[in-house]
């Protein structure tokens, strides 16, 4: 099978997995409303930053809006909606940063991490039963080509990016 070829069948895969993804975001909505389905991955990355050295000052663990935009490949404006939403709903505080006060932490509340958890759970549960038929190895060989995929691609964006001199290009369109 010629290059071309092999692409447009990987197109017609992932416009597949597209319309999962959108089939998966209607039954998680209908089944864990408490938190909308693209918010899930923003409290996870916040998650994940303040896990991370660096995102804890002064006694307060969490991240900066403007990190979390950068590594979410959001606008800032997004992250900001996005943010009032979550503290609204008090799955997410805000708290000053002792460094510079002008600036805030995005710190998780209990609630935040509950839900977190109880949505995490929900994508286990549904993988695991996905993948009950697979043997470990199979799963493991998917994981590590599909990170293979997610990076390649990155890094053929942003290379197409540096080739346009595009600075402001933040991945924000395909959302």
């Not at 864990?32 to 303040?50: N, Y």
């Not at 609204?88 to 958890?117: C, K, N, Y």
Request: aromatic fraction near 4%; glycine fraction near 6%; hydrophobic fraction near 45%.
């Amino acid at each position: 099978m010629e290059t071309d070829e092999r692409a447009r069948e990987l197109l017609h895969r992932l416009r597949e997995f597209n319309r999962l993804i959108r089939i998966l975001r209607q039954h998680r909505s209908a089944e864990q409303p408490a938190v909308p389905f693209g918010m899930v991955g923003l409290l996870m990355r916040i998650e994940e930053l303040t896990d991370q050295v660096g995102c804890h000052a002064g006694g307060v663990a969490g991240c900066h809006a403007k990190e979390l935009a950068e590594r979410a490949g959001l606008d800032p404006s997004t992250v900001s909606r996005l943010v009032a939403a979550l503290v609204a709903q008090g799955l997410l505080v805000r708290r000053t940063d002792p460094a510079d006060r002008r600036a805030s932490f995005l710190v998780l509340t209990d609630a935040g991490r509950a839900a977190l958890a109880r949505a995490r759970d929900w994508y286990v549960d549904l993988l695991a039963r996905a993948l009950a038929d697979w043997h470990p190895t199979e799963v493991t060989a998917f994981a590590s080509a599909l990170g293979r995929f997610v990076t390649d691609i990155q890094r053929s964006l942003d290379g197409a990016a540096a080739e346009q001199d595009n600075p402001h290009d933040t991945r924000e369109a395909a959302r």
